[in-house]
């Protein structure tokens, strides 16, 4: 259960400014609905996607879907998440991303760290480390879209 304080902070920050759009992407339906349910209890959409590739289908096809951050699984099978990462950066996309996964490798993490993702979750996490995660992905998007007037 996310802690009133917890939730009082994100919703301070969040004042004046549109629901932001979660995109969760895992192959693991639990952990979409867990996080799916958290992420709608601190006021925000979430969206769920069972692959990266669907998630990738959708991004293309839908020019007005903008998520303001991802939440992204490491192993998935077809598109893992290194691969969608690595899409988003060829594309220009900077949408800030968030890798969770429930394998910890040093070499893994350090290469979607060095990406540009902004944190790498060990699987299972705490709510208030993943609700501390997304306050600071949606910093950077507001901060994009003030630079660049847009995400891409």
């Avoid at 709608?40 to 998630?55: A, I, P, Y």
């Amino acid at each position: 259960m996310v802690s009133l304080e917890a939730q009082s902070q994100y919703e301070s920050i969040s004042v004046n400014s549109p629901k932001p759009r979660i995109a969760i992407i895992d192959d693991d339906e639990s952990v979409c609905r867990a996080v799916r349910r958290l992420v709608r209890s601190l006021g925000m959409d979430g969206e769920t996607f069972s692959s990266g590739q669907k998630f990738i289908d959708i991004l293309e096809a839908m020019p007005s879907f903008r998520p303001d951050c991802l939440i992204l699984d490491v192993q998935m099978p077809g598109m893992n998440g290194l691969d969608v990462q690595d899409h988003l950066v060829r594309s220009g996309n900077t949408v800030p991303v968030i890798f969770i996964t429930a394998h910890d490798e040093v070499g893994v993490r350090e290469k979607a760290l060095s990406a540009g993702a902004v944190a790498f979750l060990r699987k299972p996490f705490d709510d208030e480390l993943l609700i501390k995660t997304l306050d600071e992905a949606l910093k950077r998007t507001r901060m994009a879209q003030r630079n660049n007037g847009s995400m891409k």
